[in-house]
């Protein structure tokens, strides 16, 4: 079975010396008891463009292609070396379907940011020796994948336990909690909303009946982009002890202010858990992308562990400290049994 260690050795020898690998946070908790099947591998938001279009966002574009290929290629040589142990993920707004400009229709965009896209796109779909072949989860920047019979993208996964006893883990792009937490008011009938839709087993929406269309001009409220970077704390690799398992950067979720930015939807997240497992499903970990920020956040639910990974993105720019320059984000999260972590892959420096 991959570990821990495993994947890091990998990350560095893609990575070598001054490109980095840099720990950002990571949690071990074996209370969790989450599913130990294989390890995962989780890469938010790209926002990918045509290369046209790209240019009409000079403040806010998708400028990781090199890193992006060169932890695929990797992650790929990984998965083909450790058959049936290792999962990678695709955490939604893999594309930028919204901002596009051409007006040809969804599939058509698609298939023009695919054509300057190519070598990433080919490495998250094909199979080994070639490719990862992601599980890609739509976001509401590229909802319509959702609707795409050949993406085959899902809104949402949950990863259910062998263990009854054991913890579930529910997978998503997290553009939900926004709407969640925008509207504190209606925080419960959201999650319940969300739950029902799910128990129903339809393709539509909160169980209404809508077109992809509709649904577009809902998912897609977002907040504006900003260019700022998000402030973490470094967490040097070469500090950690071999078996060290003590949290590191991770933030409490149930003390100090709920409305802490570094707690962003970590309240509607625990919400929609509490409803899921009022069906069947006892969700421990809940991992998104949709905020671009990379963090661990704990709290519990009925005497259990409850974490929500945020698992970061590929887009704007990152400090690794207060102190620190600004670099390109490239965060990934790492589940492999009880221990989560994340990584900042990469430190090439904004110019």
Not at 154 to 167: E, L, Q
Not at 249 to 263: E, L, Q, R, T
Request: charged residues 30%; hydrophobic residues 35%; aromatic residues 8%.
């Amino acid at each position: 079975m991959l570990n821990h260690q495993d994947i890091l050795e990998k990350l560095r020898s893609a990575f070598p010396g001054g490109k980095g690998v840099t720990l950002v946070a990571r949690y071990a908790d074996d209370a969790l008891k989450l599913p130990t099947r294989r390890a995962h591998i989780f890469i938010g938001d790209c926002h990918m463009l045509n290369n046209e279009d790209t240019q009409a966002y000079p403040k806010y574009q998708f400028l990781q292609s090199e890193d992006l290929q060169t932890l695929l290629k990797a992650l790929t040589e990984l998965k083909a070396d450790s058959p049936g142990q290792l999962r990678v993920w695709h955490l939604g707004d893999l594309f930028d379907i919204w901002r596009a400009r051409g007006g040809i229709g969804p599939s058509a965009e698609v298939d023009r940011i695919t054509r300057d896209r190519h070598e990433i796109i080919d490495y998250l779909r094909e199979g080994p020796p070639g490719g990862v072949r992601a599980r890609i989860i739509a976001g509401n920047h590229d909802y319509d994948l959702y609707g795409l019979g050949e993406w085959r993208a899902d809104r949402y996964r949950i990863i259910d336990n062998d263990d009854s006893d054991g913890g579930d883990v529910f997978i998503l792009h997290g553009d939900v909690f926004s709407w969640i937490e925008k509207l504190p008011d209606e925080l419960q009938a959201k999650a319940v909303r969300f739950a029902k839709w799910h128990a129903a087993g339809t393709k539509d929406l909160f169980n209404e009946k809508k077109t992809i269309e509709e649904i577009n001009s809902e998912l897609n409220i977002d907040e504006p982009f900003s260019s700022e970077p998000i402030s973490l704390q470094q967490a040097e690799l070469d500090e950690l002890a071999p078996g060290q398992l003590d949290p590191i950067n991770v933030i409490d979720g149930d003390s100090g202010n709920p409305d802490a930015d570094n707690k962003k939807n970590f309240a509607g997240a625990k919400a929609l858990a509490e409803k899921m497992r009022e069906r069947g499903h006892n969700i421990r970990l809940m991992i998104t992308g949709h905020a671009h920020w990379a963090r661990l956040v704990k709290g519990s639910i009925a005497d259990s562990p409850f974490v929500l990974m945020d698992c970061g993105a590929w887009i704007g720019y990152v400090r690794l400290g207060d102190n620190e320059e600004r670099i390109h984000s490239g965060q990934i999260g790492v589940m492999v049994g009880n221990e989560l972590r994340l990584y900042q892959i990469g430190a090439r420096k904004v110019s």
